[in-house]
């Protein structure tokens, strides 16, 4: 054999095995970057319907809210209480008592009921999804009534005494004299209404009567339809009573009123009903052989939860769409460099492609690097990025401080997302500010931390808690938005001081920290040194 051809067949064993080494290298990168990328769009999906079940949450709690002050209007108006002071000093009877003629009702009396009846009407004339508006004395005579047609108009609602007892203790003991009794079918118009009573008293705080009102469901359950779900189009909701387990809308007609079937959501109501904390959470389940995911938000005030379910082959559809493209974009790869490889034997010229094809690739693998480690919106380090790095931190001592936004969804919520967004990139830069090349990590929705080398300006723990408080101090600057409103945001805030053995753990132990602590206070930043509470 010449040494020209020894040469050439050296060369191309060595050429074989770079680009062998290559493979396995895209391969394993790959992979990495499938499984990176799938947990990632997962816990953005979760994020997303979270963000969903909350907006429908507040949706139901203003519905609930906006009706109860419309009954609180109502009762304090004078025609109410004119009418219920007559009615204590006179026999209901002759006021009420349809059967009663109308020649034996007293005049005063007649000319009260008159005039409280034109408002009660007037009133409910003014209240979309109008179930019913009326005027009940203490004993449960009905005075007044959007509909005196009814057969329950001039007639009394509950005359066992101990039914009459538990109302009137219920609305004693509510808010202000005000009983939401929840969502139940009306036994006047046989349809599901939001149903409640709002006490009225004398100038002695002794109750005369009371107002009622009736809402049908109808007009929430408009509204929860009529907001869109993007990327979940085919997502459902339904709300459960925390208390009894029984569905109260979302669900098919008979099965309103009726206990869930499903152990995740009895569960639910088992751990949290009677609570005071809003919680958020998700599980999934199967049903007609398909997988599904519920996300959850009890809502405390009125003892509810509401629940998103949506397919997972929906609400999962783009973490499989970049599996699909990432496991093309492999396959591809590899057919690039099986090619190349069969045409640099033969060809000087091909060898010279595979080298440009080679850098386009690296290019190509710095760009979804780039895409897969950072926070596009605010350019901050990701999450992934954190659990990477700490791997090579090394047993150096580093702070870590964790700045999340207090209740950031509600900024989204009476502010819009826009506002949202730029609540989140004025945090940013502002830590870049005062912690300049420092490493700013995006590990939540609206939480940040930063790394800080325990060296040079930062060695004493001091010196790190006069920054961050410097830094918070600047962050609850009220931001203003282009229209001239002001938003005010708040921080919860911790710092942890680690050296050896640093993992992605610490994320959890700061938003641990700050969910307990609450709202930072200036000068009062909880720190915590995990090497020495070991």
């Not at 979940?232 to 909701?237: D, R």
């Not at 959470?281 to 998103?308: A, M, V």
């Amino acid at each position: 054999m010449s040494k020209s051809k020894k040469k050439d067949k050296q060369s191309s064993s060595a050429l074989n095995r770079i680009l062998i080494i290559q493979l396995i290298v895209i391969l394993g990168l790959s992979l990495f970057i499938t499984n990176a990328v799938s947990k990632a769009t997962r816990q953005n999906t979760i994020e997303h319907l979270t963000s969903i079940a909350d907006e429908r949450a507040q949706i139901v709690k203003t519905y609930v809210q906006n009706s109860e002050n419309t009954l609180k209007a109502f009762a304090k108006a004078k025609q109410v209480s004119d009418l219920l002071a007559y009615s204590k000093q006179y026999d209901l009877a002759t006021l009420t008592d349809p059967e009663t003629p109308a020649e034996n009702k007293d005049p005063a009396g007649k000319e009260a009921q008159a005039v409280a009846q034109k408002f009660t009407t007037d009133f409910g004339n003014d209240i979309e999804n109008l179930e019913g508006l009326w005027i009940g004395s203490w004993d449960t005579h009905v005075m007044t009534h959007t509909n005196p047609a009814l057969p329950e108009s001039g007639m009394q609602t509950r005359k066992d005494l101990a039914k009459q007892q538990e109302l009137q203790n219920a609305m004693r003991n509510g808010r202000g004299g005000l009983y939401d009794t929840g969502f139940i079918i009306s036994p006047g118009s046989g349809k599901q209404c939001l149903s409640m009573y709002q006490a009225v008293y004398d100038d002695n705080g002794n109750p005369m009567g009371f107002a009622g009102l009736g809402i049908f469901t109808s007009g929430v359950i408009e509204t929860l339809d009529s907001v869109p779900m993007k990327g979940v189009e085919h997502s459902t909701y339904k709300m459960v009573d925390a208390k009894s387990g029984n569905y109260i809308f979302g669900v098919a007609e008979d099965q309103i009123n009726t206990q869930t079937d499903n152990q995740n959501i009895l569960a639910l109501c088992s751990q949290y009903s009677g609570t005071s904390q809003e919680v958020t959470g998700n599980f999934t389940y199967r049903q007609g052989g398909k997988q599904y995911i519920s996300i959850w938000t009890y809502i405390p005030e009125y003892d509810w939860i509401i629940l998103i379910d949506d397919d997972t082959a929906e609400a999962f559809s783009l973490m499989r769409t970049m599996i699909i493209y990432l496991a093309i974009f492999g396959v591809v790869i590899i057919s690039l460099i099986v090619v190349f490889n069969i045409i640099t034997k033969r060809q000087e010229k091909v060898n010279q492609k595979l080298v440009s094809t080679i850098a386009k690739n690296n290019m190509t693998k710095k760009s979804l690097n780039t895409a897969m480690f950072n926070d596009v919106l605010t350019g901050a380090s990701n999450r992934v990025s954190f659990s990477m790095n700490a791997e090579k931190m090394g047993d150096a001592e580093r702070y870590f401080v964790m700045f999340n936004i207090a209740a950031f969804s509600d900024i989204n919520t009476v502010y819009g997302n826009d506002a949202g967004d730029l609540i989140l990139v004025n945090t940013v830069n502002t830590l870049k500010e005062y912690f300049p090349d420092k490493e700013i990590y995006r590990t939540g929705s609206d939480e940040f931390i930063v790394d800080i080398p325990a060296e040079g300006d930062f060695a004493e723990l001091n010196a790190v808690m006069d920054k961050v408080n410097i830094a918070f101090r600047m962050l609850v600057v009220p931001f203003e938005l282009e229209d001239g409103t002001n938003v005010y945001p708040k921080y919860k805030i911790a710092v942890v001081k680690k050296g050896n053995g640093i993992d992605s753990s610490i994320i959890a132990t700061l938003k641990d920290m700050t969910n307990k602590t609450g709202e930072a206070t200036y000068g009062l930043i909880d720190f915590l040194d995990l090497d020495a509470a070991m």
